[in-house]
T-cell receptor
Framework: GIQVEQSPPDLILQEGANSTLRCNFS?????LQWFHQNPWGQLINLFY???GTKQNGRLSATTVATERYSLLYISSSQTTDSGVYFC???????????FGKGTKLSVIP | DSGVTQTPKHLITATGQRVTLRCSPR?????VYWYQQSLDQGLQFLIQ???????AKGNILERFSAQQFPDLHSELNLSSLELGDSALYFC????????????FGSGTRLTVV
């Protein structure tokens, strides 16, 4: 099945700093989603981004489908950004999502 | 509130027991997905239903089963529970069977003691 790798696995930032999270996937996809799991366990859909670039406030994401990677940018980080960020893609001919292992982000004051 | 409702939020039960987790999808969504999140396996797809019918199966154990009812709510039944079944169980829904526009519920945290 499709493989999804995320880097870095852990990231510690000072409040106000910027960061880039990366997601590599092993096969062509027509759908890629970024999720944020907050410290209470809730999974929040950040972006549905099969290709191109999208922005939502301090967050933006870019997917280069031909090169099989996606980037999530977090600018001016806040403590509320802490948690685990997952990217997920569907397998070929399937509807279920395969998740990466996530990037655990800790933003300290 | 994401619109996907899962109950109960927490469940503690003993080994060998059976439990039922419930999920109500977002209004208008026909697809329901169940995922398990454990410390060692990460987030894994279990099963998908679309408009009452099973659409896809993932790494779901034979001790687990699910169904989607005519009102589109879904239940995940876990039986002969083992310590290793302790995990967060998420339900998600989407408007179509294609997996687009996933919305996750807040999860049920199952602890088997």
């Amino acid at each position: 099945g499709i493989q999804v790798e995320q880097s870095p696995p852990d990231l510690i930032l000072q409040e106000g700093a910027n960061s880039t999270l990366r997601c590599n996937f092993s096969d062509s996809v027509n759908n890629l989603q970024w999720f944020h799991q907050n410290p209470w366990g809730q999974l929040i859909n950040l972006f549905y981004i099969p290709s191109g670039t999208k922005q939502n406030g301090r967050l933006s994401a870019t997917t280069v489908a031909t090169e099989r990677y996606s980037l999530l940018y977090i600018s001016s980080s806040q403590t509320t950004d802490s948690g685990v960020y997952f990217c997920a893609v569907p397998g070929a001919g399937s509807y279920q999502l395969t998740f990466g292992k996530g990037t655990k982000l800790s933003v300290i004051p | 509130d994401s619109g996907v409702t899962q109950t109960p939020k927490h469940l503690i039960t003993a080994t060998g027991q059976r439990v039922t987790l419930r999920c109500s999808p977002r209004s208008g969504d026909l697809s329901v997905y169940w995922y398990q999140q454990s410390l060692d396996q990460g987030l894994q797809f279990l099963i998908q239903y679309y408009n009452g019918e099973e659409r896809a199966k993932g790494n779901i154990l034979e001790r687990f089963s699910a169904q989607q009812f005519p009102d589109l709510h879904s239940e995940l039944n876990l039986s002969s529970l083992e310590l290793g079944d302790s995990a967060l169980y998420f339900c998600a829904s989407s408007p179509r069977g294609g997996g687009y526009g996933y919305t996750f519920g807040s999860g049920t945290r199952l602890t088997v003691v």
